[in-house]
């Protein structure tokens, strides 16, 4: 009962405008533990760790911090990292073009009046590589590092700042089985030195090799912390992290499902700076008329690489596969010859990829099919008007005329214009790359309706979406992804989400076996 | 789910402020452009509206607006450049070249001159559009490569004289009808008066389809009180014009290309993607927009349009010069700026550019008539510069709130 707890996170409740993202949620770690963390994406695992490192500062939220036997009130990061609280974020923080040296004590400079003191630096940056593993000079370029060592100089880093609390998000998404593997005895070592880590993952292998104990968050609540034993089956912690009620909304939707429309064949595509990399592996993939079709995954599970690399060849390099529309391959290989080919992307960072925010609904929603409103090149502006006007009443976004900037809409309106502009593009398969993020519910429940109505029109839908429970109650059949290949393809009677999620946290090894 | 949310009823005086403050960018810069002129008619004891100096006015500032017109629609889709000065300088060389040492017709040069432009602009929109270098360094790179070119094609001597009819381009005025006789020339005023109608004509036609499709939100008090502005100010322009020597041909050739460009920007096809492009790149590629060969031929637009600055400048000072055009290009980026560009893209008018230019040409022309030195003009057409771009900041930073 009286264990030795170097954090008490208690009853912390943080709220967002409109958003409760934390509820009284209370974790213990234990002193020198490696200590999991796991959800869904989207659960508040994220938040309630920068509400620890002070990101969010003190004051912002509800409840209590006890760090190391003191009460805490960290009002920023420095405040965390020199009490000993290190968090490592899942986008690398490194200066690419610096040392390796000079980054582990970017802001910590090891300096004699001013002055850095060179020997110093790279004779104690030496000495913290060694301990992390990492062979390389000092001097070396951050950007002649891969991404695995990269993260070890994170660690080092961390080490540096005399770390007593090390967080990782999500340390392995973007690594390779190797250097995971090499990531996870380090932590290892570590936790041998006396060091205590809090590893945010959705890999669940990993938590069952590597950590001591786990904390479900589920929906900004903690639901439990187990302790990690051989009997805890990976079955059990899917259960906690997906057991929510699924009886969110959504329209009824009688599917009238035809012929086959498009066909993704032995899809492969890799990263396109990492050209080793594979991001997405012989993917097969189909949608028929009036179908939609779900893309059920974890954050780097290579959903939006799929997409974007079938849409124009938008991502990643040396892709291969085919893509057939009725049986007949088309050529995908740029946007414009993609959509000439039916195929439409509703991205998923509608402010970055989606939208000229500076611009109207008007030209934001003809900006696709533009040629189609023109005749010798100039734009029949009145039917524009139209059109858009169209779109403003039957999608009901909210604006008072179809001459209003985009960027100060809401989000729900925003995707609904983005929306409007691939419809009136007239494609035969939308792909939606989380058509509900960061729209309220009322906004979700009419994009479903807009999603079931397409389907209606006999086009395919392709939604690919974070939520199970939206990807559950909207699809008629549901692929997973994991680490770049689907493995497995449920019918919407067949998807629970235990089933979804033990699909989707599948490792490629039990596959080869 | 299905009702359609009515247009929010608010106040017509509130309505009409609305409006205003969204419009307060151009409003604030016709302000700025008539106090300027009456500042400077009082300053110089009315040497400014004479119709002499309104006809130089006009005449020496067209090179500078020909470039900000190719200029406006670079830096709209986020582009910048730098080497229209050097451009300037090379076409008007070749010009001199073909017509007086290789006997080439002045206009089959005129022509060739205006290619040149093209492959000019080809050369570096391969460079920007294809091989991704930045256009800023593309360009620098083009203002040092064609001024070279400049001087070497010129063996760093001066060509002179042209022939009258290439010089009529830069220096010409359009026959005058009244035969010299009459007070005004009677085929200007006819010109004045068929734009001004023209003008009335477009604004009410644009006005009704507006209306018909809902869309129009600018009150009707504004859009006489607007119309009837314009109409005063075409028709005095007319009148000083027609009172000194009539319509100067440059005038005619700008005419054109403000009506063209502006119909390019506003309506077509390519003047739309040049916004997308420099509103959202991503946006733009991710919706089918062919984003490197609208850059590509945008570049090449704007040599075409540098070439024939080239000519009309070239003709206008009837001498082709190795030092032809240096500094052309940063009025051009002034006028753009201060006729409301936005830094980062997407934004931006071609008739903004071209007040922005004529704001800094009466500056130019106020000063000299003024004596004041280059030193002073250059010091308050940098301030003038910083503040209309300050202005559209903090007017940008209000309006957020």
Known sequence: MLADNILEMRSITKSFPGVLALRDVSIDVERGSIHAICGENGAGKSTLMKVLSGVYPHGSYDGEIVFDGESVAFKNINDSEDAGVVIIHQELALSPYLSIAENIFLGNERSRFGFIDWNRTNREAAELLQRVGLNDNPITRISELGVGKQQLVEIAKALSKKVKLLILDEPTAALNDSDSEHLLDLLRQLQKQGITSIIISHKLNEIKAIADAVTIIRDGRNIETLEMDELLGEDRIIRGMVGRDLESRFPDHEPHIGAELLRIEDWTVHHPIDHDRVVVREANLTVREGEIVGIAGLMGAGRTELAMSVFGHSYGVGISGRVLKRGVEVKTNTVSAAIKAGIAYATEDRKRYGLNLIDDIRHNISASALTSLARMGWVNESREVVVAESYRKSMNIKAPTVEAVTGKLSGGNQQKVVLSKWMYANPDVLILDEPTRGIDVGAKYEIYGIINRLADEGKGVIVISSELPELMGICDRIYTLSEGRITAELSREDATAERLMQHMTQEREKDHL | ?401
């Open chain 2, 1 to 401: 789910m299905t009702a359609t949310t009515p247009a929010p009823q608010t106040g017509v005086l509130q309505r009409a402020s609305r409006f205003l403050a969204g419009q307060l960018r151009q409003i604030g810069l016709f302000i700025a452009l008539i106090v300027i002129v009456v500042f400077f008619e009082v300053a110089t004891q009315g040497i400014t509206l004479k119709p002499i100096n309104v006809s130089n006015l006009v005449v020496q500032n067209s090179y500078i607006l020909i470039l900000a017109i190719g200029m406006v629609m670079v830096i709209i889709a986020g582009h910048i450049d730098l080497s229209v000065g050097s451009v300037v300088a090379f076409t008007g060389a070749m010009a001199g070249v073909m017509i007086t040492k290789w006997g080439i017709p002045w206009p089959v040069a005129a022509v060739l001159c205006l290619v040149l432009g093209a492959l000019i602009g080809c050369w570096q929109g391969f460079w920007i559009a294809y091989f991704k270098i930045p256009a800023f360094i593309v360009t620098l790179a083009g203002m040092l490569t064609f001024r070279g070119l400049t001087q070497i094609t010129l063996q760093n001597q001066q060509i002179s004289p042209f022939p009258d009819g290439f010089r009529a381009i830069g220096s010409g005025f359009l026959p005058d009808l009244g035969g010299g006789v009459s007070f005004v020339e009677p085929l200007t005023i006819v010109l004045g008066v068929l734009s001004a109608v023209a003008l009335i004509a477009a604004g009410i036609r644009g006005r009704l389809v507006r209306r018909r499709y809902n869309v129009e939100d600018e009150p009707m008090p504004w859009f006489v009180a607007k119309t009837a502005f314009t109409t005063v100010l075409i028709l005095l322009v007319a009148f000083l014009l027609a009172s000194y020597r009539g319509t100067p041909i440059v005038l005619i050739i700008l005419a054109v290309l403000v009506v063209a460009y502006s119909a390019v920007m506003a309506r077509s096809v390519f003047g739309r993607h040049i916004y997308a492009i420099g509103g959202n790149l991503n946006a733009a590629a991710l919706s089918g927009v062919k984003t490197q060969r609208v850059t590509f031929l945008l570049f090449v637009n704007m040599g075409v349009l540098s070439a024939l600055a080239g000519l009309v400048f070239t003709a206008q000072l009837n001498l082709a010069n190795p030092k032809a055009g240096d500094g052309f290009e940063l009025d051009a980026i002034a006028a753009v700026f201060i006729g409301g560009a936005a830094v980062t893209g997407g934004i931006g008018r071609v008739t903004g550019a071209i007040i922005g230019g004529l704001i800094i040409g009466i500056l130019n022309n106020g000063m000299s008539i003024l004596g004041v030195g280059t030193e002073f003009q250059s010091l308050i057409k940098g301030l003038v510069l910083l503040a209309a771009v300050a202005f559209d900041v903090y007017n940008k930073r209000r309006s957020g709130k």
